[in-house]
C-alpha cells in the first residue's frame, strides 16, 4: 500500500499487519526503547480544519521516530488562497517525504495522492477518519484480546467515523451494528459492501443495534463544518446517545469508544463517559502508536 486515504483501499491483512507493529511501537515506547525508524524524514501536515489529537500525535510521533513534522495551517499557507491541490501536491512532493491532510471534500485527499509523488495519510475528512479507526481497532483489542467475532454497535450520525467504523470493523472481522436517523446514514457504497458481508446491520433504534454488543461508539451530532445545522442535528439526533440505559442492553463487559472532543450531554451522557474513561483515553492515546505504524509503513 501506498497511501491511506480510506481504509476500504486497504486489504484486513495491511490493516491487521500495521496494528501489530502498532501494539509494538507501544510496547517500545512504555520501554523506553528509541526506534528511530524515520530518522532524516519529513512528514507535512496540511489542516484546513482544527484539531487537537490529530496535530499532536502526528508532531509527536514523527519526532519519535527520527523525523521532523511540519504544519501548515491552509489559513497561512497557499492553500487557503486558493492554489489548486494538483499544484501543492507537486511541490510538497519535492520537499517532504510525506503528507498528512486533514480536510473537507474525500476527492482532494486523493487528487493529492494522485498529482502528489509521496505517502498521503487522511487525518480526516467528511467521508473517512482511518489514522481513528485504526487507534479504535487497537484499543479494542488491547482490551478484548481479540477483534473477530465480537460486535461493534455505532450509535450517531453516518459520517466520517460511521463509514469508516463500518469498513474497519468488517474488515478485522467484527459484526458492525448501526444506528442512525434515516436523513443522516453512512455513504450509500459503503453499506452496500456492507450488507454484502452479511454481518451488518442498519437500525433507527439506537437499543436495538446495542444489544448484547463488545462495543458501543458514537460521535458528535455536528460536525466540524455542520456548525449551521446545529439546530436542526440536535432535533434530529435527540434519542441518539449513550448513556447507562443503552448500556444495559450491551454485553455486561461492554466498552466505550469515542474519538473526541465529547459533547456531553448530546451523544453521551457525563456518567457514561466517566464510567468508560479508560478506555476512551486509551483510545486517545493509541492515536500516537497507530499512526506512528501508518508512517512506518508508508514512509519508511
Ligand atoms: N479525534 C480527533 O481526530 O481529534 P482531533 O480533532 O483533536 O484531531
Ligand atoms: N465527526 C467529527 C469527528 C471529529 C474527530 C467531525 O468530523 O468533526
Given at each position: 500500500?501506498?497511501?491511506?486515504?480510506?481504509l476500504?483501499?486497504?486489504?484486513?491483512?495491511?490493516?491487521l499487519?500495521?496494528?501489530?507493529?502498532a501494539?509494538?511501537?507501544?510496547a517500545e515506547?512504555?520501554?523506553?526503547?528509541?526506534h528511530?525508524?524515520?530518522?532524516?524524514?519529513?512528514l507535512?501536515?496540511?489542516?484546513?480544519?482544527s484539531?487537537?489529537?490529530?496535530?499532536?500525535?502526528?508532531?509527536?510521533?514523527m519526532?519519535?521516530?527520527g523525523?521532523?513534522?511540519l504544519?501548515?495551517?491552509n489559513?497561512?499557507s497557499?492553500v487557503?488562497?486558493?492554489?489548486?491541490?494538483?499544484?501543492?501536491?507537486?511541490v510538497?512532493?519535492?520537499?517532504?517525504?510525506?503528507?498528512m491532510?486533514?480536510?473537507?471534500a474525500?476527492?482532494?485527499v486523493?487528487d493529492?495522492?494522485?498529482?502528489?509523488?509521496?505517502p498521503?495519510?487522511?487525518?480526516?475528512?467528511?467521508?473517512a477518519?482511518?489514522c481513528?479507526v485504526?487507534?479504535?481497532?487497537?484499543?479494542?483489542?488491547?482490551?478484548?484480546?481479540?477483534?473477530k467475532?465480537?460486535k461493534?454497535?455505532?450509535?450517531?450520525?453516518?459520517?466520517?467515523?460511521?463509514?469508516?467504523?463500518?469498513v474497519?470493523?468488517?474488515?478485522?472481522?467484527?459484526t458492525?451494528s448501526?444506528?442512525?436517523p434515516d436523513?443522516?446514514?453512512?455513504?450509500?457504497e459503503?453499506?452496500?459492501?456492507?450488507?454484502s458481508?452479511?454481518?451488518f446491520?442498519?437500525?433507527?433504534?439506537p437499543?436495538?443495534?446495542a444489544?448484547?454488543?463488545?462495543?458501543?461508539?458514537?460521535d458528535?451530532w455536528?460536525?466540524?463544518?455542520?456548525?449551521?445545522?446545529?439546530?436542526?442535528?440536535e432535533?434530529?439526533f435527540?434519542?441518539?446517545?449513550?448513556?447507562?440505559?443503552?448500556?444495559a442492553?450491551?454485553?455486561?463487559?461492554?466498552m466505550?469508544?469515542?474519538?473526541?472532543?465529547?459533547?456531553?450531554?448530546?451523544e453521551?451522557?457525563?456518567?457514561?463517559?466517566?464510567?468508560?474513561?479508560?478506555?476512551?483515553?486509551?483510545?486517545?492515546?493509541?492515536?500516537?502508536?497507530a499512526q506512528k505504524?501508518v508512517?512506518?509503513?508508508l514512509?519508511?
Open positions: 500500500m501506498k497511501h491511506l486515504l480510506k476500504m483501499d486497504w486489504t484486513s491483512g495491511e490493516i499487519e500495521t496494528l501489530d507493529l501494539d509494538r511501537l507501544k515506547n512504555k520501554a523506553g526503547i528509541a528511530p525508524l524515520l530518522k532524516g524524514k519529513t507535512a501536515m496540511l489542516f484546513s480544519k484539531s487537537t489529537r490529530t496535530r499532536v500525535s502526528f508532531e509527536v510521533g519526532y519519535q521516530l523525523g521532523h513534522a504544519f501548515i495551517s489559513k497561512e497557499q487557503g488562497r486558493g492554489e489548486p491541490v494538483q499544484d501543492t501536491a507537486r510538497l512532493s519535492r520537499y517532504v517525504d510525506g503528507i491532510i486533514r480536510t473537507y474525500q476527492q482532494e486523493e493529492l495522492a494522485k498529482y502528489g509523488s509521496v498521503v495519510i487522511n487525518g480526516l475528512t467528511d467521508y477518519h482511518p481513528q485504526l487507534a479504535d481497532l487497537q484499543t479494542i483489542r488491547e482490551f478484548k484480546g481479540k477483534l467475532g465480537l461493534l454497535c455505532f450509535i450517531g450520525d453516518g459520517i466520517n467515523m460511521a463509514n469508516s467504523l463500518i474497519g470493523g468488517l474488515k478485522t472481522g467484527m458492525v448501526l444506528a442512525c436523513n443522516h446514514r453512512p455513504d450509500p459503503i453499506l452496500k459492501w456492507a450488507e458481508t452479511g454481518r446491520t442498519l437500525t433507527n433504534d437499543k436495538t443495534a444489544k448484547d454488543a463488545d462495543v458501543v461508539i458514537t458528535v455536528v460536525s466540524m463544518g455542520q456548525e449551521a445545522e446545529k439546530l436542526q442535528r432535533k434530529d435527540a434519542g441518539y446517545l449513550v448513556d447507562e440505559a443503552l448500556m442492553v450491551a454485553k455486561p463487559d461492554c466505550v469508544q469515542h474519538c473526541l472532543p465529547a459533547h456531553r450531554g448530546e453521551i451522557t457525563e456518567e457514561a463517559f466517566e464510567a468508560h474513561a479508560k478506555e476512551i483515553f486509551e483510545e486517545a492515546e493509541n492515536r500516537l502508536h505504524a508512517l512506518v509503513r514512509l519508511g
